[in-house]
């Protein structure tokens, strides 16, 4: 991505200088500097492209050596691990996800792509198609507290009249920047979840989580790398001037905005040394060990 005119100075979460003040005023949110432009999807197609494949890569290559490690408690469950035909679903889905965003929308639709819960589809296609149930359980893990978060939130939406996402996970389906088929195409967020646990006999790999954790970091900074905090969108008919859509790919610069929990915004637009690890930490062990311990104990319920 270049950053030729794009300068990024740490902020805070909120409105403590003239800057911030002018960044909500302007964004709604604070926006760390970073300037919006359009995407040009010959920047967008390589970027994406490359993020995603080193994403593939690293995460497959560390659980191919976690997996070549002496078991502890050998699974008979997840020996033969082999869904071609889910897989193919899935990778259609995923195909089908990015190609009609990109057709209602502009090439930004590929930074999207990047998104936890969109590679913990690509994660899984390649542990079905290679007897790899650690891909499928770190995927799992990995959009577990999002997705069961997405339950509560689509919940409380028809029970406040269909006026407001409670939580905010689910809330930008009701901003203006979001068009119909991104809508449309957002409810695997409701159905990939349970598939998973499915072919996993509703039970997790072992190293599931901390898998989990790793592959976060791995994603949160390729997005940082690849992926802008935010762009601009192309102009609709008769409009005089651009929307700005909210991307920050996998929080990789900021958590997400309609997420009003202060401790989480401390470290906002701060230098990424300091950042990410503070996120990637947070986040897993404040947020994501408790659910997937919850999640754990309600499959051995199941079972």
Not at 32 to 51: I, M
Request: with cysteine.
């Amino acid at each position: 991505m270049s950053k030729s005119s794009i300068k990024e100075k740490p902020q805070s979460n909120t409105a403590t200088s003239p800057r911030d003040a002018e960044e909500i005023a302007k964004y709604g949110y604070v926006a760390g500097g970073w300037v919006p432009k359009l995407t040009d999807w010959k920047e967008a197609v390589p970027n994406a492209l490359s993020a995603i494949l080193v994403s593939i890569f690293v995460v497959v290559m560390a659980v191919s050596y976690i997996e070549a490690l002496p078991k502890d408690r050998p699974n008979p469950v997840h020996q033969e691990y082999y869904y071609p035909k889910i897989a193919l679903f899935i990778l259609g889905y995923y195909l089908f996800l990015a190609g009609s965003r990109w057709y209602e929308s502009d090439s930004h639709v590929l930074y999207e792509m990047l998104w936890a819960c969109n590679m913990g589809m690509v994660f899984s296609v390649v542990g079905m198609l290679t007897n790899s149930p650690l891909l499928s359980g770190l995927s799992t893990a990995l959009v577990a507290l999002d997705q069961l978060l997405w339950y509560f939130d689509m919940i409380g939406f028809l029970l406040k009249g269909c006026k407001k996402f409670p939580i905010g996970v689910a809330g930008y389906l009701l901003w203006p920047s979001t068009g119909r088929m991104k809508k449309i195409t957002a409810f695997h967020h409701l159905w990939f979840l349970p598939l998973l646990l499915y072919t996993l006999n509703w039970e997790f790999p072992q190293y599931a989580f901390p898998m989990a954790v790793f592959a976060s970091l791995i994603l949160s900074v390729t997005a940082r790398i690849h992926t802008p905090f935010h762009c601009l969108l192309p102009k609709e008919p008769g409009a005089t001037e651009h929307k700005v859509l909210y991307l920050n790919i996998n929080f990789a610069y900021a958590f997400w905005k309609d997420i009003k929990v202060p401790f989480l915004h401390w470290f906002d637009h701060k230098p990424v040394a300091l950042y990410l690890p503070y996120i990637v930490i947070t986040a897993n062990a404040v947020l994501n060990y408790p659910t997937f311990l919850l999640l754990t104990g309600l499959l051995k319920l199941v079972r």
